[in-house]
Structure formats: C-alpha cells, structure tokens
C-alpha cells in the first residue's frame, strides 16, 4: 500500500516529495448529486487534494446520534474523491469555526453548564470522543495506507486563538490515534508566535493559516518548526459575508500573486475555499464582537469556482499559476452551465420552521 509521511523538508508519498495542492470543498454544503462535478473541476484547475471540514452538530443534532444520509454521506464524499484520482485531508475539529452555526458544536453541549468546551473537562471530552471515534470510521478505511486517499488529518482548528491547554490536544491526538488514524496528524493557526506555540503540540505537524505575505508568515512557521514541510493549509482567497453588509471580493490577480508566491518558497497549500457553496437551512454561523454579525446564507466566499458551480477568473488565473510549478498539463475546463429562470413568486401560507429544523437542509 501506499505510504504518505513527513520529510525533513518535503511530504514523501512512498518516498519521494510530493506537494499538496489542496481545495477546500466542505461536502455538507453542497448537494451530493453536485460532488463529482465538483471534485472534478477541482483537478481540471490543478489541485490534487480535497480538503473538508466534518461539521460536528450536523452528524449528530442530537446525542447519541450519528447521521451519515444524504449530504452527511461522508464515506460517499471520500469515495468519490478516491474516483476522481485524488487526495483527501480530513478535519475533524472538534471545533470547525468555517462561518458554520456554533462553529461546528452542537447545541445539546451547552444544556449543562459545567460542561467546559475546547478544553481538557471530562464531560466534553467523553462527548468529543464519541464524536470522534463515529468519524473515524468513516476515516480510517480511507487512509492512504489502506489504499484509499486521506494523506492527513487535523486535531481542532486554529486552536491558538482560543487557548493553550496542551493536556487537551494532547487527549484528542490520543484518542485519534487508538481510534486507527495513522496517518501524519496536524494543527493549523495564523503565524503568530503566539498562537503557534499555544495551539500546537509536539508530535503534530503544525500548518498556517493566512491569506497574503507568504515569504514572512512562512518564515514565522519555520522558526516554530526547523523541519518538515511547510503549508499554508488556509490560504484566505476570498471571505464570507455578513446580512446588511456588501459582497467581499479579492482582486483575483492579487490573490493568483500570493499564490505564487506561497508556490515559489516551495510550500505546500490548501485553498480556503475552492468552492464554499451555500448554508443550507439555518446552518450559517454568526460573529460577535461587541456586534452580532450573521453570516448570509450564500457561502460563495469569492471562491475560484463559484456558489452556481462555475469558473470564475480567479479559477483561470489560479489554474494558470499551479500550471507553472507542475510537470504535467492540465485537462480542459468545462464551458459554464446554464442557469435556469426562476419566475416571481407570490407568498400566501406561512408556516412554522421550527418542528423539523434538519429537514431544511439534510438531503435524505
């Protein structure tokens, strides 16, 4: 079987460096009759890798329950990926953030208060790991050396920008390695001093997270780190949008620079997002700092391939750059799709949401 590890200064697949060109492409928020096509587009711009998030309080809305139907079909999402010839990294969280309602928590965590979240407190963690052990075998089966495509997975996610309990990580690394993850393990934080050295531990390949300045946060990462690859497993190409506020955009020049850029110092890299798709439901999450800021329903994010499925020009400007630091061509991009005409609609019944909240999004 196939064997992916951590270089002194490359990933090795069976031996030999290998770079992840990685999107992110999150499976929940997007219709499972559209993976393929999605997956697809991915490798026609260039990337190798797909990249997903798991969303904790989508799977289980209840405890004791893990739903894996519809577009909870995470075993799905992963063989189609395998199909389509490429790679997969997983991240798990427990805690997601990615502008999802409660960044990926579930609710039913917060009915007792002693309940201590993102830290080491028995209850949470015996909640955690149930959590954890039903993703991972989904997982395991789909690991590289098992013949399938999951080169590595995360524990939680930016972790040095909420704390630094080390006993914590140092549970949920454990627990994902009896849980059969062998696989090479990472942490992702911005490229503060700071949240380096609070959200990481040693043993787990620390990655950043950033969307410009690739040569200084890169060297940053380094220092941290003296050897092994580096990666940049969030590079920041577009942003989310807030209700009442107006559409982000980047300058898909500016963005397709840093990324050449970041691809010039030899890094490896996981675009945030390649295709972000929408938050079905209530799903969308909520900022507040001194300021409730919702997050809209779209999560189109700028991507490169946009929220209807199609190229945009940072996807030709993108693909145009990996082309440079690749070996081999790249297959044709598909022509964009129709999008059909919705006539206007005349409301006249109202009713309750509330009864069946899952079934506004869940596609069973």
Known sequence: MPEFAIGEHDFLLDGRPFRILSGALHYFRVHPDLWADRIDKARRMGLNTIETYVAWNAHAPEPGTFDLSGGLDLDRFLRMIADAGMYAIVRPGPYICAEWDNGGLPAWLFRDPSVGVRRYEPKYLDAVREYLTKVYE???????????????????????????DKRYLKALAEHTRDSGVTVPLTTVDQPTPEMLEAGSLDGL?????????????LAILRAHQPTGPLMCSEFWNGWFDHWGAHHHTTSAADSAAELDALLAAGASVNLYMFHGGTNFGLTNGANDKGRYLPIVTSYDYDAPLDEAGNATDKFMQFRAVIQKHINYSLPDVPAPKKTIVIPPISFTLTLSIFPDLKSLWNFS
């Open 205 to 217: 390949h620390r990655t950043a997270s950033f969307g410009s300045g690739a040569e200084a946060r």
């Open 138 to 164: 989904v997982v395991v089966p789909h690991q590289i050396d098992r013949g399938g495509p999951v080169l590595l997975v995360q524990v939680e996610n930016e972790y040095g920008a909420f704390g630094d």
